[in-house]
């Protein structure tokens, strides 16, 4: 594949973002967040499990710059901690309603007719329930483990990947390349996979970004009513739970740096999927 | 009516124009100093290829250019009152009551959701209060005046009801609802069949003259301007590059770009070789016809037979009705028909992108109609028959640079691998297409028209097929540019020995390119024949009138 090479995709990556700055500090807040999930666990000041009864309910102070809870456990030790959890949990229901998604939708876009029907109601079915309540009830069937939550996550999530590519490939199908593919020799499939996707990812893309934020909201969600993660595990709708519980005594800072943790997540996933669909399409490059 | 009547002060006169556009890549001057004046009553023609500024100068006459367009020099005045820098409620008054427009694309500029006598009630509203009885009462005659057919129900009609040419009927009589002394018509036939498009335009010259108007007609089409203009400008590259009667102009063209341009278009006597002449592409090029080596030899079955094809839809549309027709190996066939005569549905057929409900599809002897579209990608016989599409933009893959295009059918039907042969072989492609090497890297977007339908061409004759479709190759292409590309497709027709199946509305054309002619209508042949005969003596009614609605250059308006 002699694709353009990677200095050409680096320029334009580096012109989308000095023509558009949020998205430069969304993608470094991203960055960062990525990074703490990765080596955050090792370069934490406190064990975000060890409890300290002695040291509880502290406010922020120079050793706990975000207090500590009602264990006495670092709260800020814990909120970076937390991230690799919460990312990895979204990631992994993300990506998988986004493959699964993207493939059923193209085909029922391509291909119209009976498996569009029935893929089509569904996928109304699936929308016709509040989708926090099925996630709840998908974990509280399936038992209370991570691997559930992601799956719960990826099903409520499917509904929207399948709809917007059957939409974008739905416009594409009668196409001159698509026809021109077919007299190359391609069969249906391969004009589906090699040609219809990549033409519909780089629009997937703000989708995914968008519904990180989102997943990561659901998965926090799920712990927050105690129907997720486990604690003692730090994880930050179960920090944002157990905190709301002091909140009534003062005692802020249990709830606001785990909450002010998820907003400023979502906030970037959101503000990143904009940019990215910028630096993903070829035709924005001139 | 001639311009040696005119009154002191013309209807409209720019006055050394220029306009600006800010893109991501910098200012693009797009009009550089555009003078022109129009009289009362006076019908001038602006020329010029995509990219000439015609439009633009239009857009800016009526202050309608978008927001990054920009007037930066220059003066423009309506009967002598300068209207350059006017505010947008003196250009409310003026639009419509003075100056309208009508565009390309009549559909497109209706709305969708309210019936043709609501809108047009609407026009006559934004420039005086009317009652809605009164309104409905005007709209019928409005109707009534560009000539429509039961104007009494076309009046709840929705524009979907409506074909192409009533709708640009009905565009024209919202733009002579307020009675505006100017009509600024933009390629107002471009993408109308050749029979409505002489119609809708002797309509527009017949209410021009009828209400003493003036009109300014922007068109690509020489043969348009040469008839219906009374003073044609040429442009290029948002400059004045010539102005004269369409007699000096089309007869002894002074510019050479003009001059160029006069040779591109097609004519009822050209020949491939006088499109471009000098172009240096194709110097075998010949009138179709007179290579030997083209003409069939007896005794040898054709290379492609088709029998009693028919192909049905859902809800009973026929679109192609028992249709047959026989190519022989390196003769090239036309296929001429309008909008609807199912000869697009015809060249899928051929290319088995779709399946026939009924009938046989032979080539070299062998059917391949039992062969259901969805796996003919697998069929030996996919490499024989390639196809080139209408739109080159719409034809190329946006994720593929031009090198992966052509190289894509290779791979999939020779299994070529990534490597030196596949590379030689493209360029190969490239080369003989005229598509310059360093053009290979990039991607769709970053060529011009011209250079996408090469690759496109590219892309075909990669494989070397047996049989060519070529669907309106050239129909999205200026005519410079269509004259390159005709010339290549002869020569590299006549150096493989290549049929042709040669799809298109432009009858010129077909005749240049085409031995053999078929004319649709409906789905059904109407005439089957040499090109000779067709053009010479046509027995069909329906190909005589295809014929006479040809616009052609030497048609010059007279007085």
Known sequence: ?286 | MTAGLMPAPPLLAVDDLHVDFSTRNGIVKAVRGVSLNVAEGETLGVVGESGSGKSVTAFAVTRLLEASGRITGGHIRFRGQDITRASSSQLRSLHGAAVSMIFQNPRAALNPIRTVGLQLADAINAHEQVSAGEGRRRALELLKSVLIRDPEQRLDAYPHELSGGMCQRVMIAMAIAGKPSLLIADEPTTGLDVTTQKTVMDLVARIITERGMSMILITHDLGLAARYCQRVMVMEQGKVVEEATPRTLFSQPAHPYTKRLVAASPTATSTIADLAPGEGVNPRATRAGDDTDSKPTPGTPPLLEVQNLVKRYDRGVVAVDDVSFQIAAGESLGLVGESGSGKSTISRLVCRLIDASEGQILFDGQSIGGQPARSFHASPVRKDIQIVFQDPTESLNPRYNAFECIAHPLRRLLAMKDGAALTARVRECATRTGLPLDLLERFPHQLSGGQKARVGIARAIACRPRLLILDEPTAALDVSVQAIILQLLDSLRRQDGLSLLFVSHDLNVVRMMCERIVVLRLGKIVEIGSNETIFRDASNPYTRELIDAVLNISDHRQG
């Not at chain 1, 991230?83 to 309603?97: C, E, G, H, M, Y």
């Open chain 1, 1 to 286: 594949m002699t694709f353009l090479g990677s200095s050409a995709t680096l320029r334009h990556t580096v012109w989308v973002l000095r023509g558009n700055p949020v998205t430069a500090v969304a993608a470094a807040g991203a960055f960062i967040l990525c990074l703490l999930a990765i080596i955050g666990p090792s370069i934490v000041p406190y064990d975000p499990i060890a409890s300290n009864v002695a040291n509880a309910l502290k406010p922020p102070s120079a050793q706990h710059w975000a207090g500590t809870d009602q264990l006495g456990r670092d709260v800020f030790s814990r909120l970076v901690v937390a991230a690799r959890l919460d990312l990895a949990i979204a990631l992994s229901a993300v990506s998988l309603s986004f493959a699964m998604g993207a493939v059923i939708g193209a085909i029922c876009g391509y291909m119209g007719g009976r498996i569009d029907r029935y893929v089509g109601r569904f996928v109304d079915i699936l929308m016709a329930f509040p989708l926090f309540v099925l996630a709840m009830a998908m974990v509280a069937a399936l038992g209370n483990r991570v691997e559930n939550i992601v799956i719960a996550t990826a099903i409520i999530n499917l509904p929207f990947y399948i709809r917007f590519a059957r939409a974008e490939v739905n416009v594409r199908r009668n196409a001159g390349w698509v026809e021109a593919a077919r007299a190359s020799g391609d069969s249906h499939l391969s004009v589906i996979l090699r040609f219809l996707l990549p033409n519909v990812l780089p629009a997937m893309a703000v989708q995914v970004s968008l519904n990180l934020g989102w997943a990561i909201l659901n998965a926090a969600g799920l712990s927050f009513i105690g129907l997720g993660v486990k604690p003692p595990t730090p994880e930050w709708g179960i920090m944002v739970a157990e905190g709301a519980r002091f909140i009534a005594t003062g005692k802020w800072w249990l709830v606001a740096f785990p909450g002010l943790a998820l907003m400023l997540t979502v906030l970037c996933f959101n503000l990143l999927g904009d940019g990215l669909r910028d630096i993903l399409d070829p035709r924005m490059r001139t």
